[in-house]
């Protein structure tokens, strides 16, 4: 088989040009500069800088705030990745079963999928409100005194909450076409081969979406560790004093409040070799035991 | 090992399509019976009410004795061959075929032994280890029947199993399913839309249209004898010819000639008479001229008209026709009479 090409050479990188120049612009540029700003040390007016080494980087090291901020968003990012694949799966196969009227609570399911992260936040600034949330009430009535932003707990807990709420979504509808990519044959052989529902979900169904929750895994991670700033950042804004953070909030706290833009900077590079580890890792040790079609 | 009996089976989807009217056959104990029909006939949601994975909308089902109605597919002791083999992708030949048994607290030292035997006797041996991407559709084929021979049924179910298979495997298929059968004798309800595969696998045919069924009888029967235009016409390679012929006086008379004598009325008949029945002689009474003749190696077909409507013959090799004018006669033991308005046999 012939493969089709293009006659000269120029024209293919001419046509990919302006794709390698938004992701140079705006990926490999700031990125190389994050890296190059985290060995020195900025005046926070902008009046010069000086070169420090590695001084940013050990002086993290020995920061007990930081490994407090970095085991917070450990928990959270298990927490967010955990219950917002999970419902996500339930909902999915529930709505999967579903027959009647199954389009409606498709597209009302899949709605929260529009909402931006920061109007996000936002309406779980008002559910949770002090004085009149109605999730705040909720808690009020089983006697969980709710305090947003004050209490570091309850704060964390509504982290989580309107952080899963936002990516149940987005999961939904992948893990929707993943069950719904299953032949119908293979689920009615094991409709004969097996009488439980959950053994026919664990031995068939789940090992042939596990393509899909793979990929979802590495999404919803990476959504947890960055995406989520748009939440924490309404959610906290102002008072990060006592309130859970994020790595990534802490990086722009640091950065653009406290105008520390080396120690910002390394934190990035921490965060980048991080997420680039956990991605190898993930590519190594799970996927080596998921059956693709 | 079962009998099975189906008592007004009837299919009525929640749109208000009737997809199967009150259908009623026994099958007995170890027979193997063939449905077919053309698409949208509804053999399919017959067998698939009758494996529990349609629910039935009226009608009494047994198997065995049992009434399974509002049993799980899992627990009326059946096994399934899909059309698609509808094996486990991400699991081995050896766990696709011991899934079934897994799931009822057999211990795993008696399933390794179930599967060896069902592996042995499907050449499937070499291939325990492998994952059905790896296998070609041949192979596929008998894994989805190793998942069924396993299981040790009282019924098997096959759903158009070989559809899927190129013309040459096909043919071996049919060959293998129906010796397994005989050997395992359990009782069987297969499903083909290809009546070749009904003549020849059946006990029993169960031709079935439009929901309802047409005729149940032999494989014998069911050519020779069809009940209907329907069954005339769509069983049989070429279909049986069917001529629009009139009676008078007990005679039908087709070109002037009289065919066959008939106790009918007076009045419009279609006369049924297999391409085969049809004799080619000089001292034949019938002049008929050949448009086509069709060469099939071991014998030929001929192509014509009589009377304005299509006839084919049936000749053996050593029978030298070429395009032209010959002369037929049609043997009258083997016609088969049709009223002309309800296509019913008379």
């Known amino acids: 088989m012939k493969r089709a090409g293009f006659a000269t050479r120029w024209l293919p990188i001419l046509l990919l040009l302006p794709q390698l120049a938004i992701i140079a612009l705006f990926f490999y540029w700031p990125a190389a500069h994050a890296v190059q700003s985290s060995f020195y040390l900025e005046d926070p007016f902008g009046f010069g800088s000086s070169f420090v080494g590695f001084d940013n980087y050990t002086h993290l090291a020995g920061n007990s705030e930081y490994g407090r901020i970095a085991q917070f968003t450990l928990l959270f990012t298990v927490l967010v990745t955990f219950f917002s694949l999970a419902l996500a799966l339930l909902l999915a196969v529930k709505a999967d079963n579903v027959i009647r009227g199954a389009k409606m609570y498709r597209t009302l399911l899949m709605w929260v999928y529009a909402v931006a992260p920061p109007v996000a936040g ?20 089983f006697g969980w005194d709710f305090k947003l932003g004050v209490n570091f707990g309850d704060t964390a807990t509504a982290m989580v909450l309107v952080s899963v709420w936002k990516q149940v979504p987005v999961n939904f509808i992948f893990f929707l076409s993943g069950l719904q990519s299953i032949p119908k044959s293979v689920r009615e052989a094991a409709l004969i081969d097996a009488r439980s529902s959950f053994r026919r979900f664990w031995d068939v169904t789940f090992p042939l979406l596990a393509p899909t ?16 700033f748009g939440v924490v950042d309404v959610l906290v804004k102002g008072e990060p004093g006592n309130n859970p953070m994020t790595l990534v909030y802490k990086v722009y706290v640091d950065g653009f ?13 921490i965060l980048m070799v991080l997420v680039l580890a956990l991605t190898i890792f993930q590519f190594r040790l799970v996927e080596r035991r998921i059956h693709y079609t | 090992m079962a009998q099975v009996s189906l008592q007004n089976i009837r299919k009525v989807y929640p749109n208000g399509y009737e997809a199967v009217v009150p259908t009623s056959f026994d099958i007995k104990d170890g027979e193997f019976v063939v449905l077919v029909g053309p698409s949208g006939c509804g053999k399919s949601t017959l067998l698939r009410m009758v494996a529990g994975l349609e629910d039935i909308s009226e009608g009494v089902l047994s198997i065995g004795d049992r009434n399974v109605n509002h049993v799980d ?17 991400h699991m081995t030949v050896r766990k696709n075929i011991g899934y079934g048994l897994k799931n009822r607290k057999i211990a795993a030292s008696e399933i390794e032994a179930k599967v060896q035997v069902a592996a042995k006797m499907l050449n499937l041996t070499d291939f325990l280890e492998r994952k059905p991407s790896q296998l070609s559709g041949g192979q596929r084929q008998r894994v989805a029947m190793g998942r ?11 759903d158009e199993p070989l559809s899927n298979l190129d013309a040459k495997l096909r043919h071996q298929m049919r060959i293998e399913i129906k010796a397994l059968q005989r050997r395992l004798g359990v009782t069987s309800i297969y499903v083909t839309h290809d009546q070749v595969e009904a003549m020849t696998m059946a006990d029993r045919i169960i031709v079935l249209n439009a929901g309802r069924i047409e005729q149940i009888g032999t494989p014998a029967e069911i050519y020779h004898r069809p009940a209907s235009t329907f069954v005339a016409s769509f069983m049989g390679a070429p279909p049986m ?7 008078s ?68 090799k050593d029978v030298a026709v070429s395009a032209g004018p010959i002369r037929i006669s049609i043997n009258p033991d083997a016609v088969v009479l049709f009223d002309a308005e309800t296509g019913l046999a008379l």
Not at chain 2, 73 to 89: E, G, H, K, S, T
Not at chain 2, 252 to 278: M, Q
Request: aromatic fraction near 8%; charge should be negative.
């Open chain 2, 241 to 247: 010819n069917l001529l629009k012929a009139d009676c």
């Open chain 1, 122 to 141: 936002f309406i779980g600034l008002l559910m949770f409100n002090q004085n009149w949330g109605p999730l705040a009430e909720l808690a009020k009535s």
């Open chain 1, 213 to 228: 929750g793979f990929f979802l895994l590495i999404i919803n991670i990476t959504y947890a560790l960055f995406d989520t």
């Open chain 2, 148 to 158: 069924a021979v396993v299981r040790d049924p009282a019924l098997f179910l096959f």
């Open chain 2, 249 to 316: 006086e007990k005679r039908v008379i087709l070109k002037g000639n009289v065919a066959v004598t008939a106790n009918a009325a007076d009045g419009p008949i279609v006369l049924g008479i297999r391409p085969e029945d049809i004799e080619v002689g000089e001292a034949c009474d019938i002049p008929f001229t050949v448009d086509i003749v069709e060469e099939l190696g071991a014998h030929r077909l001929l192509h014509g008209q009589l009377d304005g409507q299509d006839l084919t013959i049936h000749v053996g």
């Open chain 1, 257 to 269: 409040r406290g105008n520390d833009i080396g120690g910002s900077s390394a934190q990035s590079v």
């Open chain 2, 73 to 89: 597919p899992a627990d009326r002791d059946i096994a399934m061959v899909f059309q698609n083999y509808a094996l486990y992708p």
